[in-house]
């Protein structure tokens, strides 16, 4: 509970400042980015193309958590229990906010245990305990947006460590390396998430090690 209270804590301090930063750059009206770019694409394209429509992401099957989904893996019991000194206990209620003024968007570390050198787009037990563990309690305070996308698992992770082989440029051949594949997934779920999902909002990016 005392975790969980530190964090929100933080979080709030920080959806605020980005809300006071966006009215101030456009009076009352809160405006989100939309035009950061990545150095691996071309500068001219807008992260936040508004015609962009992503063939994976617009399933929501292949998102951790999304505001609209009802039994995702943010969507679950997340009342705490207060313990005092004299060890009185008290039952906490959790309530997620509903159209919360800020988003979070959330890409959770290098967790899974899938075999290869990528892992799939089917969450498992290890990819939704991590992110009951470290972003279903923002719903306190944002929409929270958590893709699954195709990671480097731990497995493949390991072995090129072992093997001094941690690159992020492309290999030779037609197949893009596997961090490559990795980063793709996440930025086409960015670029989906913007045109579809944002409406405009400030947002927070959230992540572990990645």
């Given at each position: 509970?005392?975790?969980?209270?530190?964090?929100?804590?933080?979080?709030?301090?920080?959806?605020?400042?980005?809300?006071?930063?966006?009215?101030?750059?456009?009076?009352?009206?809160?405006?989100?980015s939309?035009?950061t770019?990545?150095?691996?694409?071309?500068?001219?394209?807008?992260?936040?193309?508004?015609?962009?429509?992503?063939?994976i992401?617009a399933?929501?099957?292949?998102?951790?958590?999304?505001?609209?989904?009802?039994?995702?893996?943010?969507?679950?019991?997340?009342?705490?229990?207060l313990?005092?000194?004299?060890?009185?206990?008290?039952?906490?209620?959790?309530?997620?906010?509903?159209?919360?003024?800020?988003?979070?968007?959330?890409?959770?570390?290098?967790?899974?245990?899938?075999?290869?050198?990528?892992?799939?787009?089917?969450?498992?037990?290890a990819?939704?305990?991590?992110?009951?563990?470290?972003?279903?309690?923002?719903a306190?305070?944002?929409?929270v947006?958590?893709?699954?996308?195709?990671?480097?698992?731990?497995?493949?992770?390991?072995?090129?460590i072992?093997?001094?082989?941690?690159?992020?440029?492309?290999?030779?051949?037609?197949?893009?390396?596997?961090?490559e594949?990795?980063?793709?997934?996440?930025?086409?779920?960015?670029?989906?998430?913007?045109?579809?999902?944002?409406?405009?909002?400030?947002?927070?990016?959230?992540?572990?090690?990645?």
């Amino acid at each position: 509970p005392l975790a969980a209270s530190v964090i929100t804590a933080c979080v709030i301090a920080m959806l605020a400042a980005a809300c006071a930063n966006d009215e101030a750059a456009n009076g009352d009206e809160p405006v989100a980015s939309s035009s950061t770019t990545s150095g691996r694409d071309d500068p001219s394209t807008s992260v936040a193309e508004p015609e962009h429509t992503s063939e994976i992401y617009a399933d929501p099957a292949n998102w951790l958590c999304r505001p609209d989904v009802q039994g995702d893996a943010c969507d679950i019991d997340l009342d705490a229990t207060l313990v005092e000194a004299d060890g009185t206990r008290t039952v906490e209620p959790f309530e997620a906010q509903v159209d919360a003024p800020v988003d979070c968007f959330y890409l959770y570390p290098t967790i899974s245990t899938d075999p290869g050198e990528n892992s799939d787009l089917s969450a498992g037990d290890a990819e939704k305990n991590i992110a009951a563990n470290q972003v279903a309690r923002f719903a306190e305070v944002c929409n929270v947006y958590a893709p699954v996308y195709r990671q480097v698992p731990l497995g493949a992770l390991f072995e090129r460590i072992d093997n001094g082989e941690l690159t992020t440029t492309t290999s030779a051949g037609d197949a893009p390396e596997p961090f490559e594949i990795a980063y793709a997934d996440v930025l086409d779920a960015f670029r989906h998430y913007m045109a579809n999902y944002n409406e405009g909002r400030p947002f927070v990016l959230i992540g572990h090690s990645q």
